[in-house]
RNA sequence: AGAGUCCGCCGGACAGUCGCCGUUUCAGCUUCGCUGAAAGGGAGGAAAGUCCGGGCUCCGCAGGGCAGGGUGCCAGGUAACGCCUGGGGGGCGCGAGCCUACGGAAAGUGCAGCAGAGAGUAGACCGCCUAAGCGGACCGGUUUUCGGACCGGACCGCCGGUAAGGGUGAAAGGGUGCGGUAAGAGCGCACCGCGUGGGUGGUAACACGCCACGGCACGGUAAACCCCACCUGGAGCAAGACCAAAUAGGGAUCCAUUGGCGUGGCCCACGCUGGAUCCGGGUAGGUUGCUUGAGGCCUGUGGUGACGCAGGUCCUAGAUGAAUGGCUGUCCACGACAGAACCCGGCUUACAGGCGGACUCUCACC
RNA sequence: CGGUGUGUAGCGCAGCCUGGUAGCGCACUUCCUUCGGGAGGAAGGGGUCGGAGGUUCGAAUCCUCUCACACCGA
């Protein structure tokens, strides 16, 4: 239960971590709303990094919200999740939806995304 | 009780639990640092729009002139302002109050479509007038050499007069009344308005039921050019500084010392010394700037007020792919607009609802 | 975050500085031409000038506020 946390080593830092995983994603979870990409990485942890373009979700408020929302919601299934580098990116409307809602959408898309990666897993990764 | 005006304030609360970001202290590993524990802190009245003004930083030590830009009743406040306060003029409202880009059109230039006679040194379309001048025709009278002549009256036309009235227009060159006249007209007069000079009050804008003079000649537009007064160098924290990495005192062509560059549009002055273009190569970030400030609160004091001064007291976000949140429960008025990114002072725009104070009008009762 | 620019007919653009008539090309409708279509020719329709307020007699144009969209800066 130590592992809910969700320190700076859990999340993507740089340009080059993203362009990596904007270059070579092999899982991608996708919605009306949402769009996550994702690739293996050879650490330990799944890390998290966010695009939420000021383009789809117009005002700052609803932004943040949806942010923080996506980090809770990782944080809670930290321990579930392979060790991937994870980009989510917001789509239109994202910011139109309550609380509710986006945990709801949220969680199903983690648990898709743990479905994709362990099936992609299993195979061997041709390097 | 109803209607309304102004000013100030608040912007869900509490508890549990799981997280995030700084600060301070302690402990461990022990070079920076990392980990753990405790304490305390963690979005707004607009954080927004970026419309102004500053601080700060670099460009050249920020210097002169021109151009350009801005502001525009007066006085004060302020670091400064296009902001605020007080006052004046104008407009709206019964009132409390509210609104106000409000210098100059007798320095000059320009503009005003259509309509209309005329649109800026005015103008005669309709109408009004026929006194003076010319012409025509009629009536009456006198006279006659029977052709006519003269006198008077009224009519028409011309030449004219007239800006009172109609009509056009956004706008037609003071208003009302009386006199005057052929009809009219500031043509004359009275009052109102206006202008000029003076006087009085006020720091001033300005005001005056003050005095004298002028018949009046100054139309609108300056958010058209412009004139006057005042202000104004350019960029912006992705500014800038430091560290690390990489590379490079790489190659080619052209121009050249009255040149070129130095972040503003030009010139001067000043500083530096080759410059421009193309090809090739490389790109990785970190630290700092970063929050104590024209700061908040309280008391006293000066001022009508904005605000100033003195003393006391408090430390109150500082992230950097970017923290300030999720869930559960309880309560109520069932929660609007909306999220710091260098920092302040304003303005403007968005906003569910609630609280307090001062005041105005109407109605009823005492 | 900071700094710029653009909104005019279905589409792409003029007109704005210097205020009175909103125009051009493509597209659309009708007609001519053709056996028919295309091309060509002729005629025609269509615009709250992004929105609100102000200045002016009069605003697409000048001024202020506001809303969208696009671009630039590590």
Request: no cysteine; charged share 25%; hydrophobic share 40%.
């Amino acid at each position: 239960m130590t592992s809910f946390g969700f320190p700076r080593f859990s999340r993507l830092l740089n340009a080059g971590d993203y362009r990596q995983v904007f270059n070579g994603a092999k899982i991608k979870v996708s919605d009306k709303h949402l769009l996550i990409l994702a690739s293996p990485n050879p650490l330990s942890r799944p890390r998290l990094g966010l695009v939420i373009a000021k383009k789809n979700i117009r005002l700052a408020v609803h932004r943040n919200r949806v942010k923080r929302l996506v980090r809770e919601t990782f944080r809670q299934q930290d321990p579930a999740l392979p060790p991937l580098d994870i980009v989510v990116l917001a789509r239109r409307g994202l910011g139109e939806l309550d609380n509710q809602a986006l945990h709801q959408l949220l969680n199903s898309s983690w648990k898709r995304l743990v479905k994709y990666s362990r099936r992609h897993l299993d195979r061997p990764t041709p390097t």
